[in-house]
């Protein structure tokens, strides 16, 4: 079955690279997801990775993917403290439509 | 472009009784899946449904359903309710359903807030 785990939680400095780490069971995942979850709010989509990519970079963000070893890596630089939230990984099985199996999410506090 | 859009935004009804949440999808989009979000078991997928069909079914007992109407609106509906299904309802709009390969961005909308006494 699939299952996806990250840290529960990270702390860092405003100004300061955040990294957060996710490691997913589901080899048949084409599509891997980072969403960010606000007090009160849904879900936000971040980006996504294809399965064949290495890396993926959109303005601040940077997703590694390491397939061999089905891990996978947020980073956000230049941490500022509206970034404080709650990052989920997910993965989307191919043979499962849209579903989408998150992580537990990881807290991100950016301290000023 | 509005977004999702999710009623009503809280909700607190008695265990045995049943509660009916909406979701309507981005303009366009044609798929709707539905999350349960509760801070023991995390993020867990309800089902998908797309051209009104249901495509696909998370691991929950029968009490939950929904159903997707003409106009890709879709609705879930809880009966019997009880204490665990307290929870954040969330729902995602997708353009179409995702394949081997193909991949449709998926959006998700503020969630419907339900508490159970």
């Known amino acids: 079955g699939e299952d996806v785990e990250q840290s529960l939680f990270l702390s860092v400095r405003e100004g300061d690279s955040s990294v957060i780490n996710c490691t997913y069971t589901?080899?048949?995942?084409?599509?891997l997801y980072w969403y960010k979850q606000e007090p009160g709010a849904g879900l936000q989509l971040l980006t996504y990775?294809?399965?064949?990519?290495d890396m993926k970079q959109d303005q601040r963000l940077t997703v590694l993917l390491n397939k061999k070893d089905k891990h996978l890596s947020l980073r956000i630089a230049d941490t500022q403290t509206g970034d404080s939230a709650i990052y989920f990984c997910?993965?989307?099985?191919?043979?499962?439509?849209?579903?989408?199996?998150f992580g537990g999410g990881t807290r991100l506090m950016v301290k000023p | 472009k509005a977004g999702v859009t999710q009623t009503p935004r809280y909700l607190i009804k008695t265990r045995g009784q049943q509660v009916t949440l909406s979701c309507s999808p981005i303009?366009?989009?044609?798929?709707v899946s539905w999350y349960q979000q509760t801070p023991g078991q995390g993020l867990q997928f309800l089902f998908e449904?797309?051209?009104?069909?249901?495509?696909n079914k998370g691991n929950f007992p029968g009490r939950f359903s929904g159903r997707q109407f003409s106009n890709s609106r879709s609705e879930m509906n809880v009966s019997t309710l009880e204490l665990g299904d307290s929870a954040l309802y969330l729902c995602?709009?997708?353009?179409?359903?995702?394949?081997?390969?193909?991949?449709?961005?998926?959006?998700f909308g503020p969630g419907t807030r339900l508490t159970v006494t």
């Open positions: 995602a709009s997708s353009l179409a359903r995702g394949l081997a390969g193909v991949n449709y961005e998926q959006y």
């Open positions: 589901d080899s048949s995942s084409t599509y």
């Open positions: 990775i294809f399965s064949n990519m």
């Open positions: 997910a993965e989307r099985p191919d043979n499962a439509g849209n579903m989408l199996t």
């Open positions: 303009s366009g989009h044609r798929s």
């Open positions: 449904y797309f051209s009104e069909t249901q495509r």
